[in-house]
């Protein structure tokens, strides 16, 4: 059995499945122990994305129904058909809409049950489409997702970003960079944007008076104390320990 941190994208239900995918596999790579192989073929790869992804999709209807405010791209989607019928999500809409609300909630149980169901029972099926070679299931992969990009505006022009993008993802994997940090950011960065310029907004323009409020202080310090977290200290304090042991043995050697 295979114990995995795939609890823990609750924290980012609310920004959608491909935040909270990423996220919880960052979170999984940095707990797992070095003998777990991740980007190897680990299990437990696999299970804590997946896991986020499956949790976030009911996660994301929150923000939406609660605040009128999309957590992934489908719910976006989802606000345009129930504002095009004169549906207004938002604080007032379980009190006005209780019939449809509840509906809503009551159909992601029950496919949530169905899902877990379908999927044990069709999991070795599943399995062995890991037995298509590589060579085969790239170009299968790479044409879905230009087929995928074509259809969302109709343009080549997408194509040629995505290449571009899956061009640059490349070169990150051989230098050692993560390209999942570059896909939070990019879809981060709209909704950083936009959060930005409405508490702007509230604020009257004043960005220090925005951020001296007692939350946003303490998620900048949660902020600051996962960076300097993630930044590789015992490395740089290994090395130099090692450096000045090292140092040290060689000045007793020439003592001697």
């Known amino acids: 059995m295979v114990r995995s941190s795939a609890s823990s994208p609750v924290c980012c239900r609310g920004a959608g499945t491909t935040i909270a995918a990423f996220f919880s596999y960052g979170l ?5 122990p070095a ?3 991740m980007g190897k073929g680990a299990v437990r790869g696999l299970v804590a994305p997946e896991a986020a992804n499956n949790a976030a999709v009911s996660g994301s209807m929150v923000p939406l129904l609660t605040l009128g405010i999309p957590g992934s791209g489908t719910t976006a989607v989802l606000l345009a058909y129930l504002m095009m019928y004169g549906l207004n999500p938002g604080p007032g809409f379980f009190e006005a809409n209780p019939v449809l609300g509840w509906t809503i909630i009551g159909a992601l149980l029950v496919s949530a049950i169905f899902g877990m169901i379908i999927n044990i029972g069709a999991s070795p099926l599943l399995a062995k489409i890991l037995a298509i070679p590589m060579p085969f299931m790239a170009p ?4 879905l997702a230009l087929i995928s990009c074509y259809s969302i ?3 080549v022009t997408d194509v040629y970003i995505a290449l571009a993008f899956g061009a640059l993802g490349y070169v990150m994997r051989l230098v050692g960079m993560s390209p999942a940090l570059l896909v939070i950011g990019i879809v981060l960065g709209e909704m950083l944007e936009r959060n930005l310029q409405q508490a702007l907004g509230l604020t009257g323009g004043d960005f220090w008076a925005m951020i001296s409020q007692p939350l946003v202080l303490l998620f900048l ?5 996962a960076l300097l977290t ?3 200290w015992k490395q740089m304090v290994g090395k130099r320990l090692q450096g000045k042991s ?3 043995a ?3 050697s020439v003592t001697r």
Do not use: F, Q, W, Y
């Open 221 to 225: 310090g949660i902020a600051v104390l």
């Open 35 to 37: 003998s777990a192989g």
């Open 230 to 232: 993630a930044l590789p």
């Open 28 to 32: 999984e790579k940095r707990l797992a």
């Open 250 to 252: 060689d000045d007793e």
């Open 153 to 155: 505006h109709n343009s």
């Open 246 to 248: 090292k140092s040290d």
């Open 140 to 143: 299968t992969i790479l044409m």
